[in-house]
């Protein structure tokens, strides 16, 4: 959904505000504004709501009961003390999702005691009921528009057989897209590592997110990271973390992506670009589910299911010596 140029100039308007786009699906999937990875402002305000046990997910999915049912728009009422809009997506006279736009608060709204919430507070956009106005009737056409996307976009037939054009966010219906559903089929439910081979701008984020969100881990975080973004040191201590005092600048504890990715999936875009010593502490995550933070002699305990990609032929590294064979064997159980 989030692929439609509608969704997409929706999300724009928002993020200009300070907010962003999200949605709830009938089908019980759901994902809340702010939640994107990317977030323009607020980028501490889910992770400081995790920190009191809430959980943006399960607020998400709950949209349904709290729509105002025949209006084409609704303002509800944020579990983190703010306001959303909330646009329902209707199919044959049934509300099979909704569009959310969020976080932002009233010139009026009170400040909430919690420290956590009141920092929060402070960095939401303010909208007046005029621009409030604005934004839900935008949003309902958005959401009328993606209403007969989902008309026009599902299965066709050709020759008497029936074929999907599209899987999650990935859309097309060629012979070549079909395989790749059927193989995604098999996939999405298995606990077992995917590597993702591919040029860069082929999709292969939105194959590792079809697997997340079609997997039972679907309600749990799904973590993205580049390795080539990264040096040396800096991927080390994103990854793992580190202890304060590791090195210059450390200046206190941090946990690492694989610590955040926990029960969920994490995604290691460009690992064909990771260093050998990293590749080994990877190699640990894999075979044990374990590993320490930088400068930590603490060992550390993780669940999670990696999915790796590259634009590079590993195997003819392995063969060259630049990549680890015992990982390139642990990453490639489904290619």
């Known amino acids: 959904m989030f692929e439609l140029h509608v969704v997409r100039h929706l999300r724009a308007v928002a993020r200009r ?29 889910c992770p400081m709501l995790v920190e009191e046990g809430e959980r943006c997910y399960e607020h998400a999915v709950g949209t349904g009961a709290r729509l105002q049912q025949g209006r084409p728009w609704s303002v509800l009422a944020c579990h983190a003390g703010l306001r959303e809009l909330a646009a329902p997506i ?39 009921d005029g621009e409030v106005a604005l934004l839900g009737e935008m949003a309902a056409a958005v959401a009328a528009d993606v209403a007969i996307a ?58 590792a997110r079809a697997i997340h969100n079609g997997s039972d881990r679907h309600e749990r975080r799904f973590v993205v990271t580049n390795c080539s973004a990264f040096n040396d040191n800096l991927l080390d201590s994103e990854l793992f973390g580190h202890k304060r005092g ?29 260093s050998p010593a990293l590749q080994v502490k990877v190699l640990r995550v894999l075979q044990e589910g374990t590993f320490n933070r930088v400068g930590d002699t603490e060992t550390r305990k993780v669940d999670v299911r990696i999915i790796a990609a590259t634009n590079r032929d590993l195997k003819q590294m ?18």
């Open 150 to 207: 989902l008309e026009e976009i599902g299965h066709v037939r050709v020759n008497g057989t029936e074929l999907r054009t599209s899987y999650d966010a990935i859309i097309g219906s060629s012979q070549r897209m079909q395989e790749l559903y059927a193989l995604l089929d098999r996939v999405v439910r298995s606990e077992s590592t995917v590597l993702i081979q591919g040029e860069n701008g082929t999709g292969k984020e939105l194959v």
């Open 90 to 128: 209707e199919r044959d006279g049934q509300t099979v999702g909704a569009l959310l736009i969020g976080g932002f608060r009233g010139p009026a709204s009170p400040r909430p005691d919690s420290p956590i919430r009141a920092r929060a507070f402070d960095e939401t956009p303010i909208l007046d």
């Open 318 to 335: 392995v063969e060259r010596g630049q990549f680890r064979e015992d990982l390139y064997y642990r990453i490639n159980v489904i290619n």
């Open 246 to 274: 590791a090195f210059t600048g450390a200046v206190a504890d941090k946990p690492g992506l694989f610590e955040v990715a926990d029960t969920g999936t994490f995604f290691l875009d460009e690992i064909g670009d990771m």
């Open 17 to 45: 505000r300070g907010m962003d786009v999200g949605f709830w699906d009938a089908g019980g999937d759901g994902e809340a504004p702010h939640a994107r990875g990317d977030m323009p402002v607020l980028p501490t305000l």
